[in-house]
């Protein structure tokens, strides 16, 4: 059963196979409306179960246009309007489901939620997003990335802020694709070091700093997040000790100089990034929402067994 939990799940040959599937598709699609199914419309009958326990835009419309553009169809499920929020469990949940649809997509907090739905699921279960991980955001952010003419291998990466779930999917992919990532946080702050040492042992080069400018120094793509996840309080100690760290015009000139700018949105202008790197023409913030479709469709191929 191929689940898509993790990067890992999958690994390098499959990850690169989904950029170059998704490359080709939406390529093939220039021009044509965006509900219109692909030539081979290679998941007609197929049906995708999407669970969300968190909130969504990008998430949610991508899966759902994923389906239709590959000739499937989707179906929401809320954790306040099914019985999910009414206790029924999540092992119950996924046996249920993989009796009436193909593929299970689950947005939410615990990570263990993921897995646990993957343990009974008959069918492959993929993390929408959890609090340990989101690796469908990473795919996107690879083949943004890949489309601004920047090969991966040896791609020095700058992330800034907070060391999230986020982060912890690029260092996965770092270890897979072999590029290389420093890290500017404050202190306590900082990515579990599980992921760090994963991609170190793969083979990357994962740079630790307490400053933002020493982190963006030299970087090929800069990357920052919301400083306040779904679901923290917006904590006043945080947004304090994340400050330093905001991506400004400044420490972009302190990138090369076609750096690119990277974020997986919502943004909150004026807190991790300024208006001028925002809308600047180093931003690709939209080409990586837009490429959430692409992603998502590969990912789907993949756990389909069509890729």
């Known amino acids: 059963m191929r689940h898509f939990l993790d990067l890992s799940d999958a ?15 939406k390529t093939a699609r220039v021009g044509w409306p965006k509900g219109k199914p692909d030539a081979d419309a290679p998941l007609a009958g197929h049906v995708l179960a999407m669970i969300f326990e968190k909130n969504s835009t990008r998430t949610r419309v991508s899966f759902d246009m994923a389906m239709r553009q ?24 996924a046996r249920v489901l993989s009796r009436m649809v193909d593929a299970i997509m689950l947005r939410t907090d615990d990570h263990e ?16 997003l959890t609090d340990r991980s989101h690796p469908c955001q990473i795919v996107a952010d690879l083949l943004t990335v890949i489309e601004q003419g920047k ?11 907070d060391g999230n779930n986020v982060l912890h999917s690029i260092l996965e992919a770092a270890g897979l694709m072999k590029f290389n990532v420093r890290i500017g946080t404050p202190q306590s702050y900082e990515p579990e070091m599980e992921f760090v040492d994963m991609a170190r042992s793969a083979g990357a080069t994962v740079t630790l700093t307490n400053d933002a400018r020493e982190a963006a120094a030299g970087a090929d793509i800069v990357v920052t997040d919301t400083w306040v996840s779904m679901g923290q309080e917006h904590a006043h100690d945080k947004l304090a000790a994340m400050a330093p760290f905001q991506v400004s015009g400044e420490l972009m000139r302190a990138a090369k100089p076609d750096a690119k700018f990277l ?41 389909l067994e069509k890729i």
């Open 11 to 25: 690994g390098g040959d499959a990850l690169a196979a989904m950029i170059n599937d998704a490359q080709d598709r």
């Open 70 to 93: 590959l000739g499937g169809s989707a179906l929401i499920l809320e954790s306040g309007t099914s019985q999910l929020g009414r206790g029924e469990s999540i092992a119950d949940t």
């Open 113 to 128: 939620k993921a897995l646990e739905m993957a343990r009974h699921a008959s069918v492959p279960v993929i993390n929408g």
């Open 151 to 161: 090969a991966l291998p040896g791609l020095e990466l700058a992330w800034l802020g």
């Open 263 to 303: 974020h997986c949105l919502p943004a909150h202008v004026g807190e991790e990034v300024t208006a001028d790197v925002f809308e600047s023409d180093q931003s690709v913030v939209f080409d990586e929402a837009e490429n959430r479709i692409h992603a998502q469709k590969s990912v789907l191929l993949w756990c």
